[in-house]
């Protein structure tokens, strides 16, 4: 027998991967929580039959939601996490060793609790001793946040439940208010093929509350589209001219698997098509 699941990625297109067993699924406040051990992917987290995270290419993901905001500033120190309870944008952050502490501020302790236990090498950097985990809602925990961090990352769900006002330029401009002088922002910001209306309000939240905004782009073969996009704000540093030497230089002290110094650079080369619908 043939198990499979199928995540509707659009109304009209679907992904389907072949599945060993159902390891975990829980209906909690806010979502269905569901670890799927697949057959080519590893074991994989679900919510809302939405695929988050699969231990085959979660790095691709992880890597570029952290390394870029992280070494876009100068010297990052204290970073928070909105949502990201696998732990996959922890563990990179930590990485970086002039971080001193990682807040991972997720809503559901049951993303947390079912990552910990079915995917340990992705929730690994939660039991390090520099990462606080804040259960509560990244909204009102950032509203009150001020002059803080030095880089937020925000690793949510897509637009739907709690994840809404994620994507609301008031969260941005919370955000940008718990940032310190120096500070840089991230969102995932989903598939310039199918969700561009998602990426073009980001991008708009984005240049309305930060200097510099700036658009990158890596591949995720799991997420629609396998084309990712990452909306960035900063407060003072470009991200999209990042200095070639600098990043060679600290890029030796952190070990990864798709971040790299020259995907860093390139990953701000937009394909006309992207670049033309930014502009727009
Ligand atoms: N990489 C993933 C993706 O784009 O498919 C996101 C993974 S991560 C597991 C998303 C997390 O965001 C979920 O665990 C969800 O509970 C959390 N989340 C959604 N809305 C939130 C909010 N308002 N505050 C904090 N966490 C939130």
């Known amino acids: 027998m043939q198990l499979w699941f199928s ?29 799927l051990d697949t057959v080519e992917l590893g074991r994989m987290l679900v919510l809302d039959d939405i695929i988050q995270v699969t231990e085959h290419d979660e790095f691709c993901y992880h890597e570029m939601m952290s390394h870029v905001p992280a070494f876009t500033h100068p010297r990052p120190r204290r970073a928070l996490v909105v949502g990201g309870g696998d732990g996959g944008c922890v563990r990179e952050l930590l990485k970086h060793p002039t971080i001193e502490q990682v807040d991972l501020c997720e809503i559901d302790e049951a993303v947390v609790r079912a990552c910990r236990q ?10 390090d001793p520099r990462c606080r985990i804040l259960i509560q809602d990244g909204i009102a925990y950032v509203k009150d946040c001020r002059d803080h961090y030095d880089v937020v990352v925000v690793d949510s769900t897509d637009p739907i439940g709690p994840a809404v ?8 401009r919370a955000a ?44 995720v073969p799991t997420y629609p589209g396998g084309f990712w996009t990452y ?30 110094p ?19």
């Not at 020259?262 to 727009?280: G, I, M």
């Open 165 to 172: 006002g994620l994507f609301d330029e008031a969260f941005y």
């Open 262 to 280: 020259e995907v860093h650079r390139q990953a701000f080369v937009l394909p006309p098509f992207v670049r033309d619908l930014v502009a727009r």
């Open 118 to 127: 079915y995917l340990p090498e992705v929730a690994a950097g939660l039991d």
């Open 176 to 219: 940008a208010r718990a940032l310190t002088a120096d500070g840089v922002f991230v969102a995932q910001t989903e598939s310039p093929f199918f969700f561009q209306d998602i990426l073009l309000r980001a991008r708009r939240n984005a240049e309305a509350s930060f200097a510099h905004a700036a658009l990158y782009w890596g591949v």
């Open 7 to 35: 995540e509707d990625q659009t109304r009209h297109i679907r992904i389907s991967v072949r599945i060993k067993a159902v390891l975990h699924r829980e209906t909690t406040p806010y979502q269905e929580v569901m670890i």
């Open 231 to 260: 909306t960035m704000g900063s407060k003072t540093v470009d991200p999209a001219r990042p200095d070639p030497e600098a990043l060679a230089r600290r890029a030796a002290a952190v070990k990864t698997r798709y971040w790299s």
